[in-house]
């Protein structure tokens, strides 16, 4: 009998986990399920991804001049530099594609430049020992990565008495055309990983667009930003790229596709949820909302 009074008790603490806040039951998200693509999903899927990526490449001489003229409208009020030019730069060795590039004087690396930075991110991770590793121990890590990554470039500068090889011009124009083809692969990414999920073809419209807009407005400025820094110290330039350039625009990317997948689904399955626990044989894939 106590043994069985056991087992029963497990069983029903095993159930909690299918139990909502009200008592009702809760089912897996849509992510958890498997996938039942039928023909006209796939032919979304395969329409949205090609139109999307052939608009973008069309559109891409008219993005490059919106993002010379944006470059140029805040350069100009920034740090009154010179004028903002449309460069080719060749893709895969054969397509030309427009990339702005504007002059860039990079900052010092004098002793003095090297000693603040240094002496700046030795007191940024020292700080990093006062914060409570209850409920800040993501930002420690943050910023001792930072740190590191800050202490390698002073390092090979300080230590090798070498300088940074990068010129911050050409740096700003390749990290632009890398942009464009971030941006250029955004459909065929959602594709394998939000198109086959069984939300509407409006929804999977418009998230594309917002993502794509999003990027197109944000990567202009994202470099600006980064021209602004290197205008400081060249020794900034690793821990730009590394922690503010592409990984930045994959975090972008991130955020909206996990909006995106907490939007309702297109259709209704069948099976009723059960308004009581399941039993502990039950499988709970069974039962989708």
């Known amino acids: 009998m106590i043994g069985s009074n056991a087992g029963s008790r497990i069983r029903d603490i095993t159930?909690?986990?299918?139990?909502?806040?009200?008592?009702?039951?809760i089912t897996p998200h849509r992510a958890f399920r498997k996938l039942w693509l039928s023909p006209a999903d796939i032919c979304v899927g395969?329409?949205?991804?090609?139109?999307?990526?052939?608009?973008?490449?069309?559109?891409?001489?008219?993005?490059?001049r919106l993002w010379a003229r944006l470059l140029s409208f805040w350069i100009k009020r920034l740090w009154a530099g010179g004028p903002v030019v449309l460069v080719d730069s060749k893709v895969l060795g054969h397509f030309r594609v427009p990339v702005?590039?504007?002059?860039?004087?990079?900052?010092?690396?004098?002793?003095?430049?090297?000693f603040s930075i240094a002496a700046g991110s030795l007191l940024l991770f020292a700080f990093s020992y006062k914060l409570s590793r209850d409920n800040s121990l993501p930002f420690i890590y943050l910023i001792r990565a930072l740190c590191m990554i800050q202490w390698s470039a002073l390092a090979?500068?300080?230590?090798?008495?070498?300088?940074?090889?990068?010129d911050p011009s050409e740096y700003c124009s390749s990290m632009l055309l890398f942009?464009?083809?971030?941006?250029?692969?955004?459909?065929?990414v959602l594709a394998v990983s939000f198109y086959i999920f069984d939300?509407?073809?409006?929804?999977?419209?418009a998230l594309t667009a917002m993502i794509m807009a999003h990027l197109t407005l944000f990567i202009p400025l994202q470099y600006l930003l980064h021209a602004c820094i290197l205008r400081v110290s060249l020794l900034f330039l690793p821990i730009l790229y590394f922690v503010l350039g592409p990984?930045?625009?994959?975090?972008?990317?991130?955020?909206?596709?996990?909006?995106?997948?907490?939007?309702?689904?297109s259709r209704r399955f069948p099976g009723p949820a059960p308004k009581t626990s399941p039993p502990p044989d039950a499988a709970p894939l069974a039962h989708v909302s």
């Open 100 to 114: 702005p590039w504007f002059p860039v004087k990079a900052g010092p690396v004098t002793g003095w430049i090297w």
């Open 46 to 64: 395969v329409i949205l991804t090609l139109g999307a990526t052939a608009g973008w490449v069309v559109l891409l001489p008219r993005v490059a």
């Open 199 to 205: 939300v509407s073809s409006l929804k999977k419209i």
């Open 156 to 166: 090979y500068v300080g230590l090798r008495g070498r300088q940074i090889p990068q």
């Open 247 to 265: 990984l930045l625009d994959v975090i972008v990317f991130i955020a909206f596709y996990s909006w995106g997948m907490s939007w309702s689904s």
């Open 15 to 25: 159930t909690l986990r299918y139990r909502g806040w009200m008592g009702g039951h």
């Open 179 to 188: 942009g464009m083809i971030l941006i250029a692969v955004m459909p065929g």
